[in-house]
């Protein structure tokens, strides 16, 4: 009957199913819980609601409980509703180094994410990749000025923070230039103050953000910064100084998606 919103809203390659609602608040209600777009409109008696729902997809994710850039990528899934299997690569005793895995990324880096043949890489060009496929909920803004902005939160952390504290850096931190494990924290903890500061200083001054780093929904930017908060408390770097961070992350972290893709709640924790 709507077809023509159906085509404009997911374009050919989406799918997606009615569903009524007594009220818009319902409607509204039902769409923040399964965390998907709301296209509404009233008939004589009813709301209707259009969501994309999960898909049975040919995908898997190899990922480590503990990569905060897995954590990004298992964010964005679970925003999207997106059904993934999953491929567990231990870090910590180097199967990323195996020959099996470097066929996957010679990089010897997770995440890297299966899709029906399609070997992809990098946590925000999976998420990006994911982003266009699958386009409800949006995880960039509408304008280029917003996408831009959001974009530029997400490397912060994703090119700014992150390489400079991941597992490979620590190590060898550690076993070749002999740093101790207080020394190591203070390099990590030093990194994290750098970027935290110039983050919160931005989202104080332009107050872009709302109950996210964008406005009232998720998007690539909180997808990098609730891992990295996360990676922040485990090394026990102080956060006093980031009150907009901590808010947006912990408004993040009420949302079932993110709580869903924590380390802790991942079957290979440990
Ligand atoms: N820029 C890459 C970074 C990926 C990355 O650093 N992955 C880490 C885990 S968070 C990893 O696999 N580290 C393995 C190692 O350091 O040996 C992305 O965003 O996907």
């Excluded at 050919?12 to 998907?36: K, T, Y």
């Excluded at 386009?135 to 996408?147: I, N, T, Y």
């Excluded at 990194?191 to 998007?219: M, N, Q, V």
Aim: charged residues 25%.
């Amino acid at each position: 009957m709507c077809e023509w919103i159906w085509n404009e809203i997911l374009g050919d390659s989406g799918s997606a199913v009615w569903r009524q609602a007594a009220s818009v608040g319902d409607a509204r209600r039902f769409c923040e819980e399964v965390g998907l777009i709301l296209v509404c409109f009233q008939s004589s008696k009813y709301y209707f609601v259009l969501y994309q729902p999960v898909d049975p997809i040919d995908m898997n994710l190899h990922g480590y409980f503990r990569s905060s850039a897995s954590y990004r990528v298992r964010i964005a899934l679970n925003l999207k509703n997106i059904a993934c299997t999953n491929e567990f690569v231990h870090l910590t005793s180097g199967e990323q180094q195996s020959d099996e895995f470097q066929l996957l990324n010679p990089q010897k880096f997770v995440p890297v994410l299966e899709d029906d043949g399609i070997i992809l890489t990098q946590s925000l060009a999976i998420i990006e990749y994911l982003d266009e496929k699958y386009p409800h909920p949006a995880l960039l803004p509408k304008s280029e000025e917003d996408r831009a902005f959001v974009r530029s939160i997400a490397l912060s952390v994703a090119c700014d923070i992150h390489p400079l504290n991941n597992l490979r850096v620590l190590k060898y931190l550690e076993y070749n230039l002999n740093l101790d494990k207080s020394l190591r924290k203070q390099w990590y903890c030093h990194w994290i103050a750098t970027e935290f500061k110039a983050l919160e200083t931005r989202f104080a001054s332009f107050a872009r953000y709302g109950k996210f780093s964008f406005g009232d929904s998720p998007t690539i930017a909180d997808v990098c910064l609730v891992p990295q908060m996360a990676n922040a408390r485990r090394f026990n770097c102080p956060l006093r100084d980031y009150p907009i961070l901590v808010e947006i992350d912990q408004n993040c972290r009420k949302l079932e998606a993110f709580q869903k893709a924590s380390p802790e709640n991942q079957p290979d924790a440990e």
